[in-house]
């Protein structure tokens, strides 16, 4: 007997049949350089049942290559007579190993998750691993202020495009330069920001298992769906508050526009004009505070030229409000319209329909 090749592929698994030296392997035998394949068992060709089965019903018997198992005390393995059950059972339990493997990793992963144990590699940004406690994350100072900055931003009315620039012109490292440690001179965008902005572990509820891989044969990961989400409230210390987390929500979402004193109207972002869905623009007379469609007062096109003054809507909101809850208010404030409210419609007649949230 004289030795072709070796075939070693290091670093897969089993699993997965798209291995460079197994390609190479079944190029070499499909030559016909090939007669004997000897491997130590027949986990090592594979754990992927049907591939696995492909190789040992079809591409060996057609090029006459006889399958050596050392461990399984196998020889000369290539056709229906040469131990057909045997090898059905041992491809059989190969496939099954590794899912049982992914099953009790996973368990054993979601275990800590619930008990809120971080067990992802890195640490969010703005925060690091405990020296002290396993699976714990605590702040980092430097990162946090960052964060911080990025929420204050926001509610100051800049845009995220203008906190990248402000970012990459003190050139704070980013993120994953932060994390690694390392100095690449790579540039803040507003993916980062927008990441940033919308996770919810900054106020210190951790909230893991957001993506997962398909099984344990495919292993790409998806998106976790909402009720699949393993959330631990007041895990960790916070760097933004829960109210500034859902202030920067509601601008966000809806576009609102911060003036020069940091101020934001209340209704900002949640009115619109029923005709043609352009938003109302604030604008001030002497004696009051109006809304009128934007489109209209800049003549493009809109023929909607009724207005809606201020203390009115806030009045018709409450009512509205108070109609539909057992708990009354009295004074509108901007919590309530976020809580409450998707959007408010000034109609073609001059009327207001307000759209609620479903509860």
């Given at each position: 007997?004289?030795?072709?090749?070796?075939?070693?592929?290091n670093?897969?698994?089993?699993?997965?049949?798209?291995?460079?030296?197994?390609?190479?392997?079944?190029?070499?035998?499909?030559?016909?350089?090939?007669?004997?394949?000897?491997v130590?068992?027949?986990?090592?060709?594979?754990?992927?049942?049907?591939?696995?089965?492909?190789?040992?019903?079809?591409?060996?018997?057609?090029?006459?290559?006889?399958?050596?198992?050392?461990?399984d005390?196998?020889?000369?393995?290539?056709?229906?007579?040469?131990?057909?059950?045997?090898?059905?059972?041992?491809?059989?339990?190969?496939?099954?190993?590794?899912?049982?493997?992914s099953?009790?990793?996973k368990?054993?992963?979601?275990?800590?998750?619930?008990?809120?144990?971080?067990?992802?590699?890195?640490?969010?940004?703005?925060?690091k691993?405990?020296?002290?406690?396993?699976?714990?994350?605590?702040?980092?100072?430097?990162?946090?202020?960052?964060?911080?900055?990025?929420?204050?931003?926001?509610?100051?009315?800049?845009?995220?495009?203008?906190?990248?620039?402000?970012?990459?012109?003190?050139?704070?490292?980013?993120?994953?330069?932060?994390?690694?440690?390392?100095?690449?001179?790579?540039?803040?965008?507003?993916?980062?920001?927008?990441?940033?902005?919308?996770?919810?572990?900054?106020?210190?509820?951790?909230?893991?298992?957001?993506?997962?891989?398909?099984?344990?044969?495919?292993?790409?990961?998806?998106?976790?769906?909402?009720?699949?989400?393993?959330?631990?409230?007041?895990?960790?210390?916070?760097?933004?508050?829960?109210e500034?987390?859902?202030?920067?929500?509601?601008?966000i979402?809806?576009?609102?526009?911060?003036?020069?004193?940091?101020?934001?109207?209340?209704?900002?972002?949640?009115?619109?004009?029923?005709?043609?869905?352009?938003?109302?623009?604030?604008?001030?007379?002497?004696?009051?505070?109006?809304?009128?469609?934007?489109?209209?007062?800049?003549?493009?096109?809109?023929?909607?030229?009724h207005?809606?003054?201020?203390?009115?809507?806030?009045?018709?909101?409450?009512?509205?409000?108070?109609?539909?809850?057992?708990?009354?208010?009295?004074?509108?404030?901007?919590?309530?319209?976020?809580?409450?409210?998707?959007?408010i419609?000034?109609?073609?007649?001059?009327?207001?329909?307000?759209?609620?949230?479903?509860?």
């Amino acid at each position: 007997m004289k030795i072709y090749n070796y075939y070693v592929d290091n670093g897969y698994s089993g699993t997965n049949f798209d291995r460079p030296e197994l390609k190479r392997m079944l190029k070499d035998i499909s030559n016909k350089k090939v007669d004997i394949v000897i491997v130590k068992d027949l986990s090592r060709l594979g754990r992927n049942y049907i591939e696995v089965g492909e190789l040992l019903d079809s591409i060996l018997p057609l090029y006459d290559v006889k399958l050596i198992l050392i461990n399984d005390n196998i020889y000369g393995l290539n056709d229906e007579e040469d131990s057909y059950l045997l090898k059905g059972l041992l491809n059989i339990y190969n496939e099954n190993y590794p899912r049982d493997i992914s099953n009790k990793v996973k368990t054993a992963l979601t275990t800590k998750k619930i008990n809120g144990e971080f067990v992802t590699s890195y640490a969010p940004y703005g925060y690091k691993k405990s020296r002290y406690e396993k699976n714990k994350i605590t702040i980092d100072t430097e990162a946090a202020k960052t964060v911080k900055m990025i929420f204050d931003s926001i509610e100051k009315g800049l845009s995220k495009k203008e906190i990248v620039d402000i970012l990459n012109k003190k050139e704070i490292k980013t993120p994953m330069e932060h994390i690694k440690n390392t100095n690449e001179g790579k540039k803040w965008n507003v993916s980062m920001t927008t990441g940033i902005l919308n996770n919810k572990v900054y106020t210190g509820d951790l909230i893991q298992q957001k993506r997962k891989r398909i099984s344990f044969k495919n292993h790409k990961f998806v998106k976790t769906k909402e009720d699949e989400l393993v959330i631990t409230k007041n895990n960790h210390m916070e760097i933004i508050s829960k109210e500034q987390f859902e202030r920067v929500q509601d601008i966000i979402k809806h576009s609102v526009k911060v003036n020069s004193n940091n101020e934001y109207d209340i209704f900002s972002g949640y009115l619109k004009c029923a005709e043609c869905d352009s938003n109302l623009t604030i604008r001030k007379s002497k004696d009051y505070t109006y809304y009128a469609c934007s489109s209209h007062i800049r003549k493009r096109g809109c023929n909607n030229k009724h207005t809606v003054r201020k203390d009115i809507l806030e009045e018709k909101v409450i009512t509205e409000i108070n109609n539909r809850q057992a708990k009354k208010i009295d004074k509108l404030n901007r919590k309530y319209i976020f809580d409450l409210i998707n959007m408010i419609y000034l109609n073609e007649d001059g009327l207001i329909k307000i759209e609620f949230k479903m509860r």
